[in-house]
């Protein structure tokens, strides 16, 4: 999971909502006024559970918004709140606020998978490598090579279907390895697999039978992963910590439950030497 990180001043101030501005290093930038009323109901009921986290100094206004943006925008929008409350954080460079946005967002669960990508992308552009974005954010390889692979390899008709919950990040990944570099292939599979929803096992068929025939097409390629395939059902009885333990690694690997235990099971095949790597 993404490290906590805590603003470097504890106190927290009634800010006057004008004197804040929403500045480029803000990372959510899709859907941030979804649900407003939900979220302006609950801080009518409950009051503002968190503070928003500011950039600059208490008393000389204006303001950078770090993380909140949702928050602010009910007060601002629904609550016509002329007041928030607040805690800053002195002054960042841009990669410090561009992490601090990123992981508060993340550790909200509600941030879009575009979103993420860019941030994780600028990262990879400011500090360097991939180890680099690890260490700043908590985030796994797995997931930060995911992230920029779709980003940087993604068209805007694929980001379009993530966009609209038609696909998960998993799809196009598969989509375009199962292609391999051919786009136009690529968009085709995951049509596809919008059109007719085929079960987890079949699209990571997808990627074998791809790379088995370079040349097939996309739906060749989609009728071979649709066939019949042997294949054996394990039920296992897990403990509900083991359960939570699971749920969470799924939610932060953006990986369906299956999948990930299946790799499990391969890897310790493999190290104990039972299976023969692929």
């Known amino acids: 999971m993404p490290k ?39 801080i009518r009921r409950h009051g503002l559970l968190q503070p928003i986290v500011l950039e600059g100094e208490p008393g000389h206004p204006p303001y950078q918004l770090v993380s909140g943006q949702r928050r602010l925008l009910a007060h601002e929008r629904i ?10 954080v002195g002054k960042l460079s841009r990669t410090e606020a561009i992490i601090r946005s990123l992981v508060e967002n993340m550790q909200r669960k509600d941030l879009e998978f575009h979103d993420t990508s ?17 260490e700043a954010t908590g985030l796994s390889l797995r997931t930060i090579r995911d992230h920029l692979m779709i980003d940087a390899r993604a068209t805007p008709k694929m980001k379009k279907y993530l966009a609209q919950h038609k696909v998960t990040p998993a799809d196009v990944k598969r989509s375009l390895l199962a292609a391999q570099d051919n786009i136009a292939k690529a968009e085709r599979l995951l049509d596809l697999i919008v059109e007719y929803q085929p079960t ?8 074998t039978y791809g790379n088995q025939s ?34 969470k690694a799924t939610e932060v690997r953006e990986i369906e439950a299956a999948e990930l235990a299946e790799q499990i099971i391969i890897e310790w095949l493999e190290r104990e030497g039972f299976r023969d790597g692929d």
């Not at 600028?122 to 180890?131: A, F, K, V």
């Open 4 to 42: 906590e990180q805590e603003p470097v001043v504890s106190e927290i101030y009634d800010v006057p909502v004008k004197e804040i501005n929403i500045g480029d290093h803000n990372v959510r930038l899709t859907n941030a006024d979804k649900d407003l009323d939900h979220l302006a109901a609950s």
């Open 79 to 88: 609550l016509k709140s002329k007041r928030i409350r607040a805690v800053f």
């Open 118 to 134: 860019k941030a994780i992308t600028e990262l990879y552009r400011d500090l360097g490598s991939e180890d680099a974005v690890k």
């Open 200 to 207: 987890s096992h079949q699209k990571r068929r997808l990627v």
């Open 214 to 247: 370079p040349n097939a097409k996309a739906e060749e390629i989609f009728e071979n992963a649709l066939k019949p395939h042997v294949e054996q059902k394990l039920v296992i009885a897990l403990t509900d910590d083991v359960r939570k333990s699971l749920a």
